[in-house]
């Protein structure tokens, strides 16, 4: 009777269905026969090195690193002792060659067996269909490479092409980061006779009432900024949101050649908002207001006119 150890490492060495018909998995391929519950995972584990070998063939190889893999992966094998740095790596690489214990990388494709040596029945055959099928990979192998290729993809992800905000975009963030701050009860704190509040600063265009409160705001258009609360003599709400133009490594880019220097709606009474686009002292600033243009109006000083 198969142990459950001596299933996995036969798992480690089989790579199909059509193997259990090879004399070295004979005892195999009874023990499945007579437990169709490990039977059923050795299918699964099958279906598993499949998709894993799917996924992997979508990875794009560096020249040159196959052969590298193999080579050191042979060396491992024969029992070589692995440096730990690639210059001690390579020397030691380059002794095996030399002592006839692997053959050198560009040779690698050719058959492994030395010529005239019967090759060993308890190893599987090794074929000279291809670099990959001389080296039988063990499941544990499979996973070492998946978790390459799983950390270079997502490196790729992280370096991947940054998004990029337009004036409609920024429009869309600021309405909705407006409902969502009237609807939590976040503490506001006073702005007082301040003009700023940390590197944030109130703008100069907008009419400044007694009553302006401020909270901090977070990723707002993938930026840490300040949202000043604001109150007409009126009633009427405003919001004045305050980011800087120039993000993070990791923020989406703002053009500021599409950003205006002075107050511009950018869409009057949609949704029951209003919002006024423009940008000061390498800010951007993103006025919404609880109303239509009229209502809008309220927060200009007198002197400003809305283009």
Not at 77 to 104: F, I, T, Y
């Amino acid at each position: 009777m198969i142990r459950d150890e001596q299933l996995l490492a036969a798992l480690d060495a089989l790579r199909s269905r059509d193997e259990l018909a090879l004399p070295q998995f004979a005892d195999l391929a009874r023990h499945l026969d007579e437990h169709p519950a490990d039977a059923a995972l050795v299918d699964r584990a099958l279906a598993f090195d499949k998709h894993v070998a799917s996924a992997l063939q979508e990875v794009p190889i560096p020249t040159g690193l196959r052969e590298q893999v193999l080579a050191r992966l042979a060396l491992a094998a024969d029992g070589a002792p692995m440096a730990g740095s690639s210059r001690s790596l390579d020397a030691a690489l380059d002794q095996a060659v030399a002592d006839g214990q692997v053959a050198p990388a560009a040779a690698i494709a050719s058959p492994v067996t030395e010529e005239g040596a019967p090759a060993d029945p308890s190893r599987p055959a090794r074929t000279a269909d291809g670099p990959w099928s001389r080296l039988r990979l063990s499941r544990r192998s499979v996973l070492v490479l998946t978790g390459i290729a799983a950390t270079a993809a997502t490196v790729a992800w992280y370096c991947r092409p940054i998004g990029q905000f337009d004036r409609d975009g920024i429009a869309l963030e600021a309405n909705s980061a407006f409902h969502e701050l009237a609807d939590t009860a976040a503490t506001t704190r006073p702005l007082g006779d301040a003009d700023r509040i940390g590197s944030f600063p109130f703008s100069q265009q907008i009419a400044r009432f007694g009553d302006v409160r401020w909270r901090g705001v977070e990723r707002f258009l993938g930026r840490h900024g300040v949202a000043f609360e604001l109150r007409s003599p009126s009633g009427v709400r405003g919001t004045l949101f305050v980011v800087k133009l120039l993000g993070g490594a990791r923020a989406p880019v703002i053009s500021a050649a599409s950003i205006p220097h002075r107050p511009t709606l950018h869409n009057a009474g949609s949704g029951g908002l209003t919002t006024a686009i423009w940008q000061e002292q390498g800010h951007l600033f993103v006025l919404v207001v609880d109303g239509d243009e009229r209502a809008y109006r309220h927060f200009l000083p007198p002197v400003a006119t809305v283009t």
